[in-house]
């Protein structure tokens, strides 16, 4: 069933369409990455997703997740208005419209077991772990594996088959 989430339908729709498909693979990134037992306080701690200064994006996102869980751990979405703020995050989505902060988010956690997404040009080749880019009119899904490793991330193999590897 992962091949017909991660298809990714043409951008030409609405924006609120591509924000929910985002959303989709953010709740989805809880299923096909894995962290290590000690990023998580006890068994039934939730996955946190942080969206970093875009409340509208985070509220798509709780409405996309709703009350789903994964491996019986409730998935919490929050939004932060600081890097600082974000060091407690399993997900670490940072926007475009931040890309004035990516290199140093990624800096800042680069020793934690934070995922870091984003959906801007370039964010996985500069060490990001997980970019949505643009290509032909859809969306494209982008894993730098070397920095997942760094992370302590161990990604799916599924996942790695429908994304482009950088790094």
Not at 62 to 78: C, K, L, M, Q, Y
Request: aromatic fraction near 8%; hydrophobic fraction near 45%; charge should be neutral.
């Amino acid at each position: 069933m992962i091949a017909a989430v991660f298809l990714l339908p043409p951008i030409s729709r609405a924006a609120g369409h591509e924000e929910e498909v985002k959303a989709t693979f953010l709740m989805n990134f809880t299923r096909y990455f894995a962290w290590p037992a000690s990023s998580f306080a006890e068994a039934k701690s939730p996955f946190v997703i942080c969206i970093l200064a875009d409340p509208e994006f985070a509220s798509t996102t709780r409405g996309v997740i709703g009350d789903r869980t994964v491996e019986d751990r409730p998935i919490a979405v929050s939004t932060r208005e600081t890097l600082e703020s974000a060091l407690d995050c399993h997900i670490l989505f940072l926007p475009a419209s931040r890309q004035d902060q990516q290199a140093m988010a990624i800096t800042q956690v680069a020793d934690s077991s934070i995922l870091t997404v984003s959906d801007s040009e370039g964010f996985a080749s500069m060490g990001g772990i997980a970019n949505f880019r643009r290509v032909g009119g859809r969306l494209r899904l982008e894993i730098n594996r070397q920095a997942a490793a760094r992370a302590r991330l161990e990604v799916s193999a599924r996942l790695l088959r429908i994304a482009d590897v950088v790094g």
